[in-house]
Nanobody, 126 residues
Framework: QVQLAESGGGLVQAGYSLRLSCAAS??????????MGWFRQAPGKEREFVAA????????YYADSVKGRFTISRDNAKNTVYLQMNSLNPDDTALYFC?????????????????WGQGTQVIVSS
């Protein structure tokens, strides 16, 4: 059984930063064999893509809304993926999920992911 556990969410003021972490575990889960992504869902809205990173970490993808402010990274030795979020604004308020994809056609597409975490809440006040 695969588990993805997000952490690092919280309440911050606009302009501040947060760093989210997602720790992966599972007896047969090989973290370095999965592309990893971050998605978010605000109340009343659909889940949307935020960022993704390839198995090796050599390729990253970002939504236009976060490009230049957020950075995704991974540590395959620690089975962990990170999302550094800078210059946060109230539009970033959402429940943030990490997800793992054995193979993706489009890293931006939620259906391409095999496993999901439960999410960590980020609230940005103005």
């Amino acid at each position: 059984q695969v588990q993805l556990a997000e952490s690092g969410g919280g309440l911050v003021q606009a302009g501040y930063s947060l760093r989210l972490s997602c720790a992966a575990s599972g007896r047969t889960f090989i973290f370095s064999s999965y592309g990893m992504g971050w998605f978010r869902q605000a109340p009343g809205k659909e889940r949307e893509f935020v960022a993704a990173i390839s198995r090796s970490g050599g390729t990253t993808y970002y939504a236009d809304s976060v490009k230049g402010r957020f950075t995704i990274s991974r540590d395959n030795a620690k089975n962990t993926v990170y999302l550094q979020m800078n210059s946060l604004n109230p539009d970033d308020t959402a429940l943030y999920f990490c997800a793992a994809a054995a193979q993706w056609a489009l890293p931006q597409r939620p259906n391409d992911y095999n496993y999901w975490g439960q999410g960590t809440q980020v609230i940005v006040s103005s």
